[in-house]
């Protein structure tokens, strides 16, 4: 249970309580729940939209939800999208440069461009997404979202050579978790979306193993940065394949 609750209290701003702050190695072990917060995430959605379905038009729903989700999460992961991208583009090939600059709490205008992108494209995907798959599509992309960072985190390995806030994750990510979280998204998928969910679960996998590669090869592993960077990206991934299996 206190994994859990490490889990909802890292990735909501649900005022959740623990009689003790969870140690860097405890916030690791807790990783295997996040995709079950997701899928939490994924519900409380799923009831806002039907709340406001008859209230607003499908373009201003979508800016809603996204808007709504950003909110809970405290846009936990948004600051490594920015910080990402901005890594990559002022880096040009540099290892250590690209770590800097997305250690660097100011952001660039690549990352605010990645921004505004992701959040307009989400939208759009959203106020167009067809009634069928509505409900399903809501729930299932937080929850790949943040089942990618157990991916991601488990397969890899850290890029820093001193502390970070990925380096709990990685180090303390278990193979064992993985599969139990990998076993329990499939259900979820297939329940949401039945076998293109789990189709969908599988090109997400794909698109996790990619960015551990790619960036295991341009900086030698990963980074919470980059973690955050594939739950974001990923949604939108998640988002599209509906629209292509649909």
């Not at 959040?119 to 067809?130: D, G, N, R």
């Not at 397969?155 to 990925?166: K, L, V």
Request: hydrophobic share 55%; with cysteine; net charge neutral.
């Amino acid at each position: 249970m206190n994994r859990f609750l490490d889990a909802v209290r890292f990735l909501t701003i649900f005022p959740v309580q623990r009689w003790a702050s969870p140690t860097p190695e405890q916030m690791g072990k807790a990783m295997v729940f996040f995709p079950f917060v997701g899928t939490i995430l994924g519900l409380i959605l799923v009831i806002v939209g039907w709340l406001f379905a008859s209230v607003f038009p499908p373009g201003v729903l979508a800016a809603v939800l996204v808007g709504f989700l950003i909110a809970m999460t405290g846009g936990l992961h948004w600051d490594g999208v920015a910080d990402t991208f901005d890594g990559l583009g002022g880096a040009r090939g540099d290892r250590e440069r690209m770590l800097a600059i997305m250690k660097d709490s100011r952001i660039g205008g690549l990352g605010v461009l990645s921004l505004c992108f992701l959040v307009v494209f989400k939208v759009i995907l959203l106020a167009e997404m067809p009634a069928k798959c509505w409900k399903g599509a809501l729930i299932v992309m937080p929850m790949i979202g943040r089942f990618l960072q157990v991916e991601i985190a488990t397969w890899g390995q850290y890029a820093r050579a001193g502390e970070g806030t990925g380096r709990a994750f990685v180090e303390s990510a278990k193979q064992g978790d993985f599969w139990v979280a990998l076993i329990g998204v499939g259900i979820i998928s297939l329940l949401a979306l039945g076998w293109t969910g789990l189709g969908i679960l599988a090109l997400s996998l794909l698109y996790g193993y990619a960015i551990k590669a790619f960036f295991t090869h341009k900086i030698g592993g990963i980074t919470g940065d980059i973690l955050g960077m594939a739950s974001e990206t990923s949604e939108i991934l998640v988002l599209i394949l509906v629209f292509f299996f649909q």
